[in-house]
Each structure stands twice: as structure tokens, then as C-alpha cells.
């Protein structure tokens, strides 16, 4: 059977940063995968809750080469935690032959096409977020659930 790479709140496990359940489970739909989960935030070593991040200055590519940064709501600095955790995040899927995941949108580390502004304000602008840039940076094809129109 194929493996596939999740974000872990898109199986409805409690790992975002309000410490919510997103009341997503998007298994029945990849019944033909062994599903693989992961949250980069957790594994870059954030607690769960934490404060809300976003990125400034630029995108996932940008805070890759230094250009940007992730901050949270207190305008903290959190960069390293973001690309230590998509450090990991593909080691879990190398070690797992994986080249294909499913991100959640939006988010600082896993969003795709559409990351929030950078301003804590709710906007979206166009971007990729941290562990998406690096995964997609090593080859892994990275999909969001939007794809999938949820
Ligand atoms: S979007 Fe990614 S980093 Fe954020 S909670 Fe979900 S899996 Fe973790």
C-alpha cells in the first residue's frame, strides 16, 4: 500500500495552536494510503496550545533563507522552531519512502498556497509556508486539503 504524509490536524488530532480540534478528518478519503501524521510545529518543539504565528517579511522560501521570519503574538522570533520542524518532518518521511503529503492550508508551516499576512488580522496572502517550502525543496509533492475541496 502507498504512503501519504497528513498534517496531524487534518485527522482531527489536537496539535494546533489553540489547542482545538479542527473537526477534519480527511482519512475516509485516502482509504487507498497508509496515512503517515505529523506536525511540524510539534516536532520543531512549540507546545500545544501556543501563541498564534505567522510569517513577515516573505514566505516559507524566505524564512528558509533567512530573508524572513515567523514571529507569534508577542513578536517573538520562533523561525528556528519552524525549520527545525520541517527538518523532521521530512526525515519521518524519508525514513518512510513518503513523497507525497497533504498540508493544511494556510498555516505558517504547512500552508500551501495561501499563507495568513503576517499582520494577526485574519488576511491571507499569497505564500507558502516553512515545512511546505522545505518539503517541497527536497521533492515532495505537497498538496492541501483544498485540493480535495473541503
Ligand atoms: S497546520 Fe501543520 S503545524 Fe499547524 S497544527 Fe496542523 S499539522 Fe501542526
New binding site residues.
Given amino acids: 500500500m502507498n504512503k501519504i504524509g497528513v ?4 485527522l482531527n488530532k489536537i ?3 489553540d489547542g482545538k480540534k ?1 473537526n477534519v478528518d480527511i482519512s475516509s478519503l485516502l482509504e487507498d494510503y497508509e496515512i503517515i ?6 516536532l520543531g518543539g512549540l507546545s ?1 496550545p501556543r501563541l498564534p504565528c505567522e510569517i513577515i517579511n516573505g514566505d516559507g522560501y524566505d524564512v528558509l533563507n533567512n530573508k524572513a521570519q515567523v514571529i507569534n503574538s508577542n513578536n517573538e522570533d520562533l523561525s528556528y522552531y519552524f525549520i527545525k ?1 520541517a527538518q523532521l518532518s521530512l526525515d519521518i518521511l524519508k525514513k518512510q519512502n513518503i513523497d507525497k503529503v497533504i ?2 492550508s494556510n ?5 500551501n498556497n495561501y499563507i495568513y499576512s503576517g499582520n494577526f488580522n485574519n488576511e491571507i496572502k499569497k505564500g507558502i ?1 516553512v ?1 511546505a517550502a522545505y518539503l517541497k525543496n527536497n521533492g515532495i509533492k505537497v498538496l492541501s486539503e483544498k485540493d480535495f475541496n473541503l
Fill in positions: 498534517s496531524s490536524c487534518l496539535c494546533r495552536y479542527l501524521d505529523f506536525c511540524p510545529e510539534l500545544c520542524g498540508l493544511k498555516s505558517p508551516s504547512c500552508g509556508g515545512c
